[in-house]
């Protein structure tokens, strides 16, 4: 059982400079995590995504929660993208990462400001582009990390700031690995 103390809306508002420092122009991979099944992570050290299958092995491919209207996923989900500092500070332990559920977890500011929709950023040999979903905190990521943590990533500054992460759909298919750049282009 998972004992790691949640921290307070305070100590969460605290840490809001460092991820303030993330840099705005060439990023970094820091980790990638597929989701083959509800609820399993698996983290890896690259992957093939695909405008087709999304990231190879992940769940996206076989439905999500956002449909077309022939049932097939929605390509504006695809891929999900947290800033790493916001997901260490939440997590407290890189080793709980994977429990927010996001896919890409980049050294990037990923603001409205500077990744607005439509923006495409190029991730090792894969192109992706900024999508116009919201990207929210949910009631699982509130069980995982606090009901402050929901609040610190949901309030109007942190949907500004993207501290839940962002959607992006891929353009162009390709392979990224940990420690590859995040360009915009």
């Given at each position: 059982m998972d004992t790691t103390r949640h921290l307070d809306f305070?100590?969460?508002?605290?840490?809001?400079?460092?991820?303030?420092e993330a840099p705005a122009?060439?990023?970094?991979?820091?980790?990638?995590?597929?989701?083959?099944?509800?609820?399993?992570?698996?983290?890896?050290?690259?992957?093939?995504?695909?405008?087709?299958?999304?990231?190879?092995g992940?769940?996206?491919?076989?439905?999500?929660?956002?449909e077309l209207d022939d049932g097939s996923p929605h390509p504006d989900?695809?891929?999900?993208?947290?800033?790493?500092?916001?997901?260490?500070l939440i997590a407290q332990d890189r080793t709980r990462w994977a429990l927010t559920g996001d896919q890409i977890f980049a050294d990037l500011d990923?603001?409205?400001?500077?990744?607005?929709?439509g923006q495409r950023i190029s991730i090792g040999s894969?192109?992706?582009?900024?999508t116009n979903q919201p990207h929210l905190g949910c009631k699982k990521f509130a069980h995982r990390f606090g009901n402050d943590a929901l609040r610190f990533v949901n309030r109007p500054e942190g949907r500004g700031l993207r501290l839940r992460g962002v959607y992006a759909r891929i353009v162009e298919a390709g392979k990224i690995a940990v420690g590859d750049t995040i360009r915009k282009i």
């Open positions: 305070d100590e969460l508002m605290a840490g809001v400079g460092g991820v303030l122009d060439d990023g970094t991979v820091e980790a990638i995590v597929v989701r083959p099944r509800t609820n399993e992570r698996l983290q890896v050290e690259d992957c093939v995504v695909s405008p087709e299958g999304g990231v190879e992940d769940t996206w491919a076989q439905g999500c929660w956002l989900v695809q891929v999900t993208i947290m800033n790493c500092r916001v997901t260490n990923v603001s409205h400001e500077n990744l607005p929709i894969a192109v992706m582009e900024i």
